[in-house]
């Protein structure tokens, strides 16, 4: 076995498995490397269900964990997940937060009161719109300028 964070990285990347299903396999596995090479009737019986089941099977084939530390690392990404202590403690008080979070650049203390925009792997042109907008008024008070996730290559 390997790498613990890597298989968060991957998981992250699979459609289909958003934070209630990542704690899901997180409870029913002890961790996520342990779900991610669970045997498909492991994954069907742990309450997934059977669609995500099938994506995190699809999934295996086509995305390797040991690549998705470079590969984000490259991109200029930190990813924290839920369990590292880089992910913002204000962002864990959230009901659902998402198990892995793609941070461009640092995130440093002082990002404590910071506005995140959390969204989703496929928006709509209206949602891509409706965070946008508000993300540029943010950023011209204080701050860099935020860039939609579309606008990234990882």
Known sequence: MGDEKAH?????????????????????????????????????GCGIGPSAALALIGGREKIDPASEPARVSSAGF????WLDEGNPDRLREIAQPPPV?????????RDRWAVAVVGTRRPSAYRV??????????????????????????
Do not use: C, K, Y
């Open 8 to 44: 968060w990285l991957a998981l992250s990347r699979v459609g289909e498995i958003g934070a209630v299903r990542f704690r899901t396999l997180l409870d029913a596995f002890g961790s996520i490397e342990a779900a991610w090479h669970a045997t498909p009737e492991e994954l069907r």
């Open 101 to 109: 979070l793609r941070a461009d650049g640092r995130i440093e203390a």
């Open 129 to 154: 719109s409706a965070a946008r907008d508000p993300g540029r008024r943010w950023a011209d008070l204080r701050g860099p300028r935020l860039r939609p996730r579309s606008d990234r290559s990882a």
């Open 78 to 81: 930190e990813a924290p997940n």
